[in-house]
């Protein structure tokens, strides 16, 4: 079965699990002082610049909480969007596990900038009121949008006036790196992001997501706050071995490239269908598409997808590294037959 369900349905990329194989050899130290976990700090000072820390765990909700939890004191907000995947996709585990206020803005094509964030710089010093001193960016946004170098940079200038930290929560950074054929650190100097969630499950790995720390002082809180939010493995190495492999060959940037052309493809296959509506611009591996209600159920079965608004039919047709040209030539068939029955 293929779907344009999510990324998160896509098998693991071969490379990935001959990696996890290579690492099943003997015993290792556990807990990230194995080889692979040591030679995983290298590789991401190499992509991001000395004196950067990764820190694996074990999925994106448990990187979000543990980046913003070491950015965020009790009586600070969090400012995110209202599309934002901590906002409205983690059962509320930011407002109970970092125990600070959401305030959730709204947004443009899952967008936030400084002009939606202005208001909230007018009470600082206000006892009476919480104070917004961290932002959390998506790259690549709910909408699969990217923010461009540009959006990201006044962003980041906003926030530094203002003492803001920044997160961003790259569950899908890989596509946005593919998209703007940036460097990785262009990306996270621009928006002047002290923490990154960088995504691994959504792109080919079995499991796991790296939290990169820019700020060493943040780095050397760091594992005490995944240890403490149960994000530490302790058979770390198999984590780590992963991200190795990705990271070798730029295997990460392949298969978001790949993922990302396979969804220009689905928007082309769709425009030829009058029936159908890009409600999005398509920039990484997501297609958003209006589609008769009549089409949703029948195509559903062969080809699972989230309806992502009832009230709108909107669905989203997401691409993975596993997504293939026939995937994508059988599901335009697939709505080509429902059509022509309707
Ligand atoms: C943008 C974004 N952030 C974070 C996550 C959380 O990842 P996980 O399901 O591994 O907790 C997801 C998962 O779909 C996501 O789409």
């Keep these: 079965m293929k779907s344009f369900a999510s990324d998160n349905y896509a098998s693991v990329h071969p490379r990935i699990l001959k990696a996890i194989e290579k690492a099943n050899k003997g015993h290792a130290k556990a807990y990230g002082y194995d080889p692979f976990s040591e030679e995983l700090q290298d590789i991401i000072e190499d992509i991001f610049g000395k004196g950067v820390s990764a820190f694996p765990v074990f999925n994106g909700s448990g990187a979000n909480v543990i980046a913003l939890k070491s950015l965020c004191k009790s009586y600070e907000a969090i400012l995110c969007s209202d599309v934002s995947h901590i906002n ?100 996270s100097k621009a928006a002047q992001v002290q923490v990154l969630s960088l995504g691994g499950t959504k792109n080919g790995l079995m499991l796991g997501e790296l939290v990169v720390v820019f700020n060493p002082q943040i780095a050397d809180e760091m594992k005490f706050y995944r240890k403490q939010y149960l994000q530490l493995s302790s058979k770390m190495r198999f984590i780590s071995a992963q991200f190795v492999e990705y990271f070798k060959n730029d295997l990460w940037l392949k298969n978001a490239l790949h993922s990302n052309e396979m969804a220009q493809r689905l928007k082309s296959e769709l425009q030829k269908f009058s029936e159908l509506e890009i409600t999005e611009e398509v920039a990484a591996n997501v297609v958003f598409v209006k589609v008769p209600r009549s089409l949703i159920e029948p195509l559903q079965k062969k080809f699972p997808f989230y309806v992502w608004d009832e009230n709108l039919n909107e669905c989203r047709w997401m691409c993975s590294f596993d997504t293939s040209s026939s995937d994508i030539k059988s599901f335009a068939r697939e709505i080509s037959k429902h059509l022509k029955k309707r």
Aim: proline share 3%.
């Design 88 to 187: 409205v996709d983690e059962c509320g585990a930011e407002e109970q596990l970092v125990g600070s206020k959401l305030i959730d803005l709204p947004s443009q094509q899952g967008k936030l900038s400084p002009q939606s964030l202005s208001s909230f710089t007018k009470n600082y010093g206000n006892e009476h009121q919480v104070q917004a001193k961290v932002l959390s960016l998506t790259q690549t946004t709910e909408r699969g949008t990217v923010y461009s170098l540009q959006e990201l940079k006044a962003l980041g200038t906003f926030a530094k006036k203002n003492s803001i930290k920044v997160t961003m929560d790259g569950a899908r950074f890989s596509n946005a790196v593919a998209a703007l054929k940036a460097k990785p650190i262009e990306i």
